[in-house]
């Protein structure tokens, strides 16, 4: 008897092999272990089936590998929007990103109902100095359009070698159709703290995100705002617009401010997902009273500091609702060099608090309002909830500040397009007038009873 085996044939009877030994190497709840497996073999079945017909019958020869590729972004798409297969090249790109030095524009971006937009331009980048604004729908980059683009398609189209020009169209309310921008890449060397001294020994730390270098930059603006002779009365840390980064480095700024106690914990389907970080009492830690600043800029690694210094009553939180992004994602290198970017769990704060698709509530209230603006010129923030296939959140559903919007976003809000002052003028900043003017008075009460004991 002639038997004819094709390739596809002998890796669907590897899977099934291998899902077998799987379902019969795991005693526990084995009935509903085969169950579930027998579903995912008609799964694997119609997969292998779709796979063959597309390479022996599509009317042009088509590459194997980018048909499986093009399934697995696929599958991954259906999951939430921070889950994201990686090619060799992607996964490259987020290396060096973390890093904090890379040839591109410097622009955060997200996908909002299958569009690459804007969260937000870096301050003193070329996407900065262009004008692009946050909520800026990028519908075409060097004449191709980026419908069905993911996020790290995008990226790898808008980084490239310093002095390259790459041209991106814009979408924006307003508009009546896309408008161009030539923009020229440059050395994206991103500085994640700034501070300054304001007057009565007022300190400010401002955090633009959180990559490797971000701890020892905290460290050394410390160092240098720090007067032995005059210490610190208070400080304000800014952590406005802040997409996040790396939670390891968003575990170790906490630290720097907490002497002991929980500063996040996360949970998965996984036993290794579970994971408690704790503050260590290094002895150095900042003691002074401390003001944090959020928006709905706020988002992931600064949301977990704010929630650790919240909840263990280090700081007064002053602003408007962060973003939500409650969820812990691992990178994982594959065989052929590429790698999924997997959301495995959910972290929560010292108090045991699921952020998902909610935020950090601040403590105080207070909106940024720039009167140099009409209300139609002021943009509208989106959140994790306004995602499509965003991980619902535990629980109801926080209500918004009052004065804003149900679909999450304050109208009052100026975010990116008032960047430009933030932490420069306090009498056009408010939230930042408001922190430093709580700080003041903080000083002023402890006196007074100082005062009255003596």
Same mark, same amino acid.
């Given at each position: 008897?002639?038997?004819?085996?094709?390739?596809?044939?002998?890796?669907?009877?590897?899977?099934?092999?291998?899902?077998?030994?799987?379902?019969?190497?795991?005693?526990?709840?084995?009935?509903?272990?085969?169950?579930?497996? +027998?579903?995912?073999?008609?799964?694997?079945?119609?997969?292998?089936?779709?796979?063959?017909?597309?390479?022996?019958?599509?009317?042009?020869?088509?590459?194997?590998?980018?048909?499986?590729? @093009?399934?697995?972004?696929?599958?991954?798409?259906?999951?939430?929007?921070?889950?994201?297969?990686?090619?060799?090249?992607?996964?490259?790109?987020?290396?060096?990103?973390?890093?904090?030095?890379?040839?591109?524009?410097?622009?955060?971006?997200?996908?909002?109902?299958?569009?690459?937009?804007?969260?937000?331009?870096?301050?003193?980048?070329?996407?900065?100095?262009?004008?692009?604004?946050?909520?800026?729908?990028?519908?075409?980059?060097?004449?191709?359009?980026?419908?069905?683009?993911?996020?790290?398609?995008?990226?790898?189209?808008?980084?490239?070698?310093?002095?390259?020009?790459?041209?991106?169209?814009?979408?924006?309310?307003?508009?009546?159709?896309?408008?161009?921008?030539?923009?020229?890449?440059?050395?994206?060397?991103?500085?994640?703290?700034?501070?300054?001294?304001?007057?009565?020994?007022?300190?400010?730390?401002?955090?633009?995100?959180?990559?490797?270098?971000?701890?020892?930059?905290?460290?050394?603006?410390?160092?240098?705002?720090?007067?032995?002779?005059?210490?610190?009365?208070?400080?304000?840390?800014?952590?406005?617009?802040?997409?996040?980064?790396?939670?390891?480095?968003?575990?170790?700024?906490?630290?720097?401010?907490?002497?002991? @106690?929980?500063?996040?914990?996360?949970?998965?389907?996984?036993?290794?997902?579970?994971?408690?970080?704790?503050?260590?009492?290094?002895?150095?830690?900042?003691?002074?009273?401390?003001?944090?600043?959020?928006?709905?800029?706020?988002?992931?690694?600064?949301?977990?500091?704010?929630?650790?210094?919240?909840?263990?009553?280090?700081?007064?939180?002053?602003?408007?609702?962060?973003?939500?992004?409650?969820?812990?994602?691992?990178?994982?290198?594959?065989?052929?060099?590429?790698?999924?970017?997997?959301?495995?769990?959910?972290?929560?704060?010292?108090?045991?608090?699921?952020?998902?698709?909610?935020?950090?509530?601040?403590?105080?209230?207070?909106?940024?309002?720039?009167?140099?603006?009409?209300?139609?010129?002021?943009?509208?923030?989106?959140?994790?909830?306004?995602?499509?296939?965003?991980?619902?959140?535990?629980?109801?559903?926080?209500?918004?500040?009052?004065?804003?919007?149900?679909?999450? @976003?304050?109208?009052?809000?100026?975010?990116?397009?008032?960047?430009?002052?933030?932490?420069?003028?306090?009498?056009?900043?408010?939230?930042? +007038?408001?922190?430093?003017?709580?700080?003041?008075?903080?000083?002023?009460?402890?006196?007074?009873?100082?005062?009255?004991?003596?």
């Amino acid at each position: 008897m002639n038997v004819n085996v094709s390739k596809k044939g002998v890796l669907f009877l590897i899977l099934i092999i291998l899902v077998l030994f799987l379902a019969l190497s795991g005693v526990p709840r084995i009935d509903k272990a085969m169950c579930a497996d +027998k579903d995912t073999y008609k799964n694997l079945k119609l997969f292998n089936q779709v796979l063959d017909m597309i390479e022996n019958d599509y009317v042009e020869e088509v590459d194997s590998k980018t048909v499986i590729e @093009g399934a697995i972004k696929g599958m991954i798409k259906t999951l939430d929007p921070h889950s994201v297969y990686l090619t060799p090249e992607m996964y490259k790109d987020l290396s060096v990103s973390t890093k904090g030095v890379f040839g591109g524009l410097g622009i955060e971006i997200t996908l909002v109902d299958d569009i690459i937009t804007v969260v937000a331009p870096l301050e003193d980048t070329p996407a900065y100095r262009a004008g692009l604004k946050a909520g800026d729908q990028i519908v075409g980059i060097d004449g191709e359009s980026t419908k069905g683009f993911t996020i790290y398609d995008a990226v790898h189209k808008l980084r490239g070698t310093v002095g390259t020009t790459v041209t991106i169209s814009i979408m924006r309310e307003g508009f009546d159709q896309p408008k161009e921008y030539e923009i020229t890449r440059d050395k994206i060397k991103i500085q994640s703290v700034k501070n300054r001294v304001f007057e009565d020994g007022i300190g400010y730390i401002r955090l633009t995100n959180f990559q490797e270098t971000t701890t020892q930059e905290l460290e050394d603006a410390l160092d240098e705002i720090s007067i032995k002779d005059e210490p610190l009365k208070g400080m304000v840390l800014d952590m406005r617009n802040n997409p996040g980064g790396l939670l390891t480095q968003a575990v170790r700024v906490s630290d720097i401010f907490l002497s002991s @106690g929980v500063i996040v914990s996360s949970k998965g389907r996984q036993d290794d997902s579970e994971k408690i970080f704790k503050a260590q009492d290094d002895g150095d830690e900042v003691t002074c009273p401390m003001v944090v600043l959020i928006n709905g800029g706020t988002a992931s690694a600064s949301e977990i500091v704010a929630g650790a210094l919240q909840d263990n009553g280090r700081a007064l939180i002053l602003g408007t609702q962060s973003f939500g992004k409650g969820s812990v994602q691992i990178v994982t290198p594959l065989s052929d060099g590429s790698a999924l970017k997997l959301t495995v769990a959910k972290y929560y704060t010292p108090s045991g608090t699921s952020i998902q698709a909610k935020g950090i509530a601040p403590d105080i209230v207070v909106e940024s309002v720039d009167h140099r603006l009409t209300a139609k010129e002021k943009i509208k923030r989106l959140r994790e909830k306004d995602l499509k296939n965003h991980i619902e959140g535990e629980g109801e559903t926080i209500e918004e500040p009052e004065g804003t919007p149900d679909e999450g @976003g304050s109208t009052d809000e100026t975010d990116e397009i008032s960047e430009d002052i933030i932490g420069v003028d306090l009498e056009k900043d408010l939230q930042l +007038k408001t922190a430093v003017d709580i700080l003041k008075s903080w000083q002023i009460l402890k006196k007074q009873g100082t005062d009255r004991a003596s």
